[in-house]
Structure formats: C-alpha cells, structure tokens
C-alpha cells in the first residue's frame, strides 16, 4: 500500500474537553476501521486520512490511565469555584491542565503513512516544539527520564513548557500535548503535574516576560511539524 503523507489540519478554537475528545475518537475510529477494512480486503486497499488538529479548551484537568486521582488537589466544590473540569481519559501519563493559552495538538496520524516507532513519533514532537521555542530564543530541550519539553532540564532549574500524553492502537495516534503559550500557570498548583511534584512549570509569557501572538506560534508550530513528519498538504 502506497503512503498517504498528505495531512489535514484544522484549528478547532477554544473546544470543550468533552466536545474534543469525541470527535478525536470518531476519527480515530474510522481510521482504524479503514485499516481493518484493508487488511481483510488488500486487493482493494483504501488510504487512511491523517489529521493535525490545534485547539485550546476552557479550563479542564484530564488524568491517563496511568495516573494516580489523588494528584487532584481539588474536590468538586473547588473545580466548580474555579471554572474547571475533570476527565479520566485513555491516553498514556498522569494528570495534566489544558486551559486558555495553551495551544493543544491532537495528530491523528495513521503511522503506517510515517514510520511506526512511537518513541521516535514522541521525541519528533518534541522537536517541533523545541525549534518552535528556539524561533523565539527561548532555549529548551529533553529532561532526562521525561516526556515533554523543559527549559533548564540539565539542572535544579528545570521547568516544563510542553506536556505530552498519546494514544497509539494499531499504528494510528490521538491525544497529544499541550505547550503553554500565555496560559494561566496558576492552574497548575492545584495538581501534581504528570505525577511530578518537584518541578516547575512555565509558558512562553513567562519566559519572555509579555504575552504572545498564538495564532503566529500556531503557524511556525505547524511548519515544524509539516517538516519533521514529511507531511504535505492534501
């Protein structure tokens, strides 16, 4: 079966949680079943469709699979006071916040069209966001041991820019990360971010010390990613 390299991107604007995650998974459900379709029927294969889809969402607090309920520091009279939700979801790592500001990435990518390795899928992400970051001077990389994009990650300063949290069956992804551009930090002192209750977090606001054009940082994001991955446009 010939690759399909050609990616749709969509810029959903500020979503509900729920609302995202649903359409996340009926996509990612009708590429699985293309994939089973052609398995059972190779003759006649059809192409999967791959999908890069940026959003922001009201304030929301989603845990992984792995995580563990009591890195909520917040009972429901205190979610509702501050404006917030909270979802168990089905991708990998602990708990995360997504709000206003944060530029969240949901590639919905059938890795047969790329290349299926997801530790080289997950470190080609982070690259993206690294040269997005770099763009801007702000110098970040890899933490040992971590997913994810740090600033200062080779010492006591290390502090976290970009989080990360897949989902890979069959090859094909969903969920992604959330990179802070202008978003409100303070969110975050009401978990254990990813399980990690010894390191900071931060945003490109932060670190340049004024606010961002996110729309602007979508567009370079997107070229990162467009050129890492080999993706063209349909």
């Avoid at 970051?133 to 990389?141: E, F, Q």
């Avoid at 997107?222 to 063209?232: D, E, K, N, R, V």
Wanted: aromatic share 10%; charged share 25%.
């Amino acid at each position: 079966m010939q690759k399909n390299k050609r990616v749709i991107f969509e810029d959903w604007g500020l979503t509900s949680y729920e609302e995202a995650w649903q359409k996340q998974e009926d996509i990612f459900s009708n590429t699985i079943a293309i994939k089973t379709a052609n398995r059972n029927n190779p003759d006649n294969e059809e192409p999967t469709d791959n999908y890069l889809i940026f959003t922001e969402h009201p304030h929301v607090y989603t845990l992984g699979k792995s995580g563990k309920p009591e890195n909520l520091l917040l009972d429901e009279k205190e979610l509702e006071e501050k404006n917030a939700t909270y979802h168990k979801i089905n991708r990998g790592g602990d708990i995360t916040y997504h709000g206003p500001g944060q530029i969240v990435g949901y590639p919905i990518l059938d890795l047969d069209n790329f290349f299926t390795d997801i530790h080289l899928y997950l470190r080609t992400l982070e690259e993206a966001i690294i040269l997005t970051l770099k763009d801007y001077g702000i110098n970040a990389g890899r933490y040992e041991g971590y997913t994810g994009v740090w600033i200062d990650g080779d010492n006591d300063k290390a502090r976290k820019i970009c989080a990360m949290g897949v989902r890979c069956s069959r090859w094909v992804t969903m969920h992604g990360f959330a990179f802070n551009v202008n978003a409100d930090l303070s969110y975050f002192k009401n978990i254990v971010p990813c399980g990690i209750d010894d390191k900071d977090v931060t945003s490109m606001e932060r670190e340049l010390g004024s606010k961002v054009n996110i729309d602007k940082v979508k567009e370079v994001l997107q070229g990162h990613i467009f050129a890492l991955f080999g993706m063209q446009t349909p």
